[in-house]
């Protein structure tokens, strides 16, 4: 949008081969974006529900997860509403997250909007490399338990796993922009629905023919499975494992900035949200409830590298790969944003960097972040704190903080009335969980750091 006299003219949506902003056309449509969210929401998450669900039970665990749908969902449509300022047709584009809220906001909360969304973005990468490198050691795992037996010792090293994944994103992260991997994210969704299936399909199957786990109304019970400040901890890590489950808020900018127009982006992001959401939270319930239904109290932090699956071996074995393929795609769509940031920033301060060496940089800075990335996985190789943790760092700023202010003064809504009370008194609950959340998953790293020893771990 251009200021003409005083006039405000809007430029064409589309101009032959480019856009209103002059970058090449957006060809996204509310398919591809429902399938990059499902790419990002479906990941890792999906796996710790039913550990989430033995410690919150069957009255808590349910519920837990259709309000982190719903707050999901209400506050990822406000956030979708501020990808332009002004007119949601025609009005500035905001390009990522960061830029939204400089637009919105400013001042201290840009830093801290950034510092937010990219230390999750890492975090998350490290995450996703624990998750892809436990499950490809679980098919090995699996076959030995199948030849040799259930009671055979067929514990597998994770650093060579850790390694590989590592050398495989390395190859990915040379993929120039976020625009370029729509291909991935088709494939990553599709291998997400496979693996999600499994896991319902492979609990209902034990919850059919038995043995199954004691449940409870409560879940794990005190005296019983832990003790009283154990299950307060562990209720508050399975909060913050279910709030991970659903972290996607932090890439909705740069998902819709891959949406084509007309229809108004806004309205394609949030169709896709609806149908993502619904889609997921399905999975969730399915996975989670019936996860929670086969192995009761004892359920573990992975359903299906746990192994209280033993056979159909090559299913498990399918599944697991599958894991290791969508978090290949998640992995990127986590971090191609970071990539852009960071290379953006550096071209602004080097003109020459980017106009004569940006194939080199984009190399060099990249495989760097890949191997600081690696690293860290093989220090901190723990799947229920770490989700835990990531969960609750980023879903209360970055899913309800953010997106409420932005909304607040967008709509120039006054301090004091009846809307703007609910909508601090959401933020107000959303913080308290994170708090509790991110509390309870530093207090499981601490312990699990207790018995651990670096390099040397084990699944």
Not at 134 to 151: D, E, L, P, T
Not at 319 to 340: E, K, T
Not at 375 to 394: D, K, Q, R, T, Y
Request: glycine content about 8%; some cysteine.
């Amino acid at each position: 949008m251009d200021i003409d006299g005083g006039r405000q003219v809007y430029l064409p949506r589309c101009n032959g081969d480019v856009d209103d902003d002059g970058r090449e056309r957006r060809t996204g449509t509310v398919w591809t974006a429902t399938a990059h969210i499902i790419t990002a929401v479906i990941g890792s998450g999906v796996l710790s529900l039913a550990w989430a669900m033995a410690q919150l039970g069957w009255v808590a665990g349910p519920l837990s997860l259709v309000l982190f749908a719903a707050v999901t969902f209400y506050t990822c449509g406000l956030l979708a509403d501020c990808y332009r300022v002004g007119d949601p047709v025609s009005g500035k584009r905001n390009y990522t997250y960061t830029e939204a809220v400089q637009s919105y906001l400013g001042g201290w909360h840009v830093c801290f909007c950034g510092f937010c969304q990219y230390v999750n973005m890492f975090g998350t990468s490290i995450g996703y490399t624990i998750t892809a490198s436990i499950s490809a050691a679980a098919v090995k795992k699996s076959n030995c338990f199948h030849w040799h037996g259930h009671n055979t010792n067929c514990d597998q090293l994770l650093t060579p796993y850790i390694i590989a994944f590592g050398a495989m994103q390395v190859i990915f992260c040379q993929v120039p922009n976020f625009h370029k991997l729509s291909w991935l994210s088709a494939v990553a969704a599709v291998m997400s629905f496979s693996y999600a299936t499994i896991a319902v399909g492979l609990s209902l199957a034990q919850t059919i023919s038995g043995p199954t786990g004691k449940t409870s109304l409560t879940g794990t019970e005190v005296g019983v499975d832990l003790n009283s400040s154990q299950k307060v901890w562990m209720t508050f890590q399975a909060l913050g494992n279910v709030a991970f489950a659903y972290s996607y808020a932090i890439i909705l900018i740069e998902i819709q900035d891959t949406v084509a127009s007309p229809p108004g982006e806004n309205k394609t992001m949030r169709q896709a949200t609806v149908i993502g959401i619904s889609v997921t939270t399905a999975f969730y319930m399915l996975c989670g409830c019936l996860g929670y239904s086969a192995f009761g109290n004892t359920a573990k932090g992975n359903i299906l590298t746990g192994f209280g699956f033993y056979e159909p071996y090559w299913l498990v074995d399918f599944a697991n790969v599958c894991i290791v393929v969508h978090l290949v795609g998640g992995f990127q769509v986590f971090c191609q944003p970071l990539f852009a940031a960071v290379e953006g920033k550096a071209a602004r301060r080097y003109p020459s960097l980017a106009r004569d060496r940006a194939v080199l940089f984009r190399l060099v800075s990249r495989t760097a972040f890949v191997g600081l990335v690696t690293l860290l996985a093989l220090l901190m190789p723990f799947f229920n704190s770490i989700l835990g943790f990531l969960g609750s760092v980023a879903f209360w700023p970055l899913t309800v903080f953010f997106p409420v202010e932005m909304y607040i003064r967008q709509r120039q809504i006054p301090r004091f009335t009846t809307k703007w009370a609910a909508l601090q008194s959401l933020s107000f609950v959303c913080f308290l969980v994170t708090l509790a959340a991110c509390a309870a998953s530093i207090l499981g790293v601490r312990d699990s750091l207790k018995t651990y020893t670096p390099f040397k771990t084990k699944m």
